[in-house]
């Protein structure tokens, strides 16, 4: 399981939501081992005056928050932060300067879906690699 915010400018993501987040996608899926099915992404868009960012810093400034279960290993935590500054640089003209990512990780216990909580959910996909 893993849940992905994206803070941008409004007029940022106009018209870029879905290459963005095909982008992500294909990240998480590659590095994580997460089924294509599960795509959690959430934009928020906000107004110039909402996202206070240092000058030099352009208009693409984005920054990325991927809440996930704890128990993947530190290298493949830095292979999906390297997958995601390249891909997004190449695949969706996010240069590396203008990009912020970060990890947040819980316990399966503090996880809710489906009814029940994480760690009493069997999943179809390993969160220990």
């Given at each position: 399981?893993?849940?992905?915010?994206?803070?941008?400018?409004?007029?940022?993501?106009?018209g870029?939501?879905?290459?963005?987040?095909?982008?992500?996608?294909?990240?998480?899926?590659?590095?994580?081992?997460?089924?294509?099915?599960?795509?959690?992404?959430?934009?928020?868009?906000?107004?110039?005056?909402?996202?206070?960012?240092p000058a030099?810093?352009?208009?693409?400034?984005?920054?990325?928050?991927?809440?996930?279960?704890?128990?993947?290993?530190?290298?493949?935590?830095?292979?999906?932060i390297?997958?995601?500054?390249e891909?997004?640089e190449?695949?969706?003209?996010?240069?590396?300067s203008?990009?912020?990512?970060?990890?947040?990780?819980?316990?399966?216990?503090?996880?809710g879906?489906?009814?029940?909580?994480?760690?009493?959910?069997?999943?179809?996909?390993?969160?220990?690699?």
């Amino acid at each position: 399981m893993a849940q992905v915010k994206i803070y941008a400018l409004r007029s940022s993501l106009e018209g870029r939501r879905e290459p963005l987040s095909s982008v992500i996608h294909s990240c998480v899926t590659e590095v994580l081992g997460l089924p294509a099915e599960k795509k959690f992404h959430r934009f928020i868009p906000l107004e110039a005056e909402d996202f206070v960012r240092p000058a030099d810093r352009t208009e693409n400034y984005t920054i990325l928050e991927v809440q996930m279960m704890s128990g993947r290993t530190k290298e493949t935590k830095k292979r999906l932060i390297q997958a995601l500054f390249e891909r997004l640089e190449v695949e969706a003209g996010i240069a590396r300067s203008d990009l912020e990512i970060c990890l947040l990780e819980s316990p399966p216990e503090n996880w809710g879906f489906r009814g029940f909580a994480g760690d009493e959910v069997k999943l179809s996909y390993k969160v220990n690699l």
